[in-house]
């Protein structure tokens, strides 16, 4: 299939794991992939939590293309808890995870021909949460906050969607009878599972689609926790 053939897509905090396997899933079909990302490798290198690396990002990608057709906010941000977490950590976090999705849209909205989209990666974290989670939780649960708030002034140009994962394993992690159980679907995710669904969003198929958040966690956060019950146990 080439649904994405010729469209430039760019992808942040797209070297490795869901944000790679999201980048291969828009190339296999045609699509012209930017990414950008703190590791060292073919692609442009930078911190998106600086306003400077983002202006020089946006610059290189309309000079190159022209236009943009999809924004995917991928970038993982900090994870640090009340505890251990410092001002700067929690700053850092909001940055990476809120100001440059919003930032890198304004840089492209001009450049968004109709029928564009931009996918925020979210979190099943932005309405539930373990201790210590502070510095990631804020940022996703502002991301999902965002993404509506951007589908209604970037309407009806621009569609806007955020994907909420749950477990997904992007590590080759060895499962055990016990993870897989308290997953109602039996199983872990894996990056196909949110790549699957940010190429649909992407397409033509969902065009009715704007301003929703899509959870994806094997049904997870539906389930009710008691102990003995669904391979839950009570460690005290």
Not at 99 to 108: E, H, Q, T
Not at 167 to 181: A, H, K, P, Q, R
Not at 204 to 215: D, K, L, M, R, S
Request: contains cysteine; neutral net charge.
């Amino acid at each position: 299939m080439e649904r994405f053939k010729n469209k430039v897509i760019v992808v942040t905090g797209g070297a490795k794991g869901i944000g790679a396997r999201i980048s291969e899933c828009f190339r296999s079909e045609g699509a012209k992939v930017e990414i950008i990302d703190k590791t060292a490798g073919k692609w442009f290198v930078g911190d998106i939590a600086e306003k400077s690396v983002l202006d020089d990002f946006a610059s290189f990608v309309i000079k190159k293309h022209g236009k943009i057709n999809i924004l995917i906010n991928n970038a993982l941000p900090l994870m640090k808890g009340i505890n251990e977490g410092t001002w700067e950590e929690f700053i850092y976090a909001q940055k990476v995870g809120v100001a440059a999705p919003f930032y890198l849209s304004k840089l492209f909205k001009d450049y968004f021909p109709p029928g564009s989209s931009i996918i925020n990666i979210s979190s099943s974290r932005d309405r539930m949460s373990q201790p210590q989670t502070e510095t990631y939780t804020a940022a996703k649960g502002g991301l999902s906050a965002l993404t509506h708030a951007l589908a209604m002034s970037l309407a009806p140009k621009v569609r806007v969607n955020s994907i909420s994962p749950g477990w997904i394993d992007i590590l080759g992690y060895e499962t055990s009878e016990e993870d897989n159980i308290q997953q109602p679907v039996g199983r872990i995710g894996n990056s196909d599972d949110i790549a699957s669904m940010v190429l649909f969003l992407c397409s033509e198929e969902a065009g009715f689609i704007t301003g929703e958040n899509i959870v994806i966690d094997g049904g997870m956060s539906h389930l009710m926790i008691y102990h003995g019950d669904n391979g839950w146990k009570l460690n005290k």
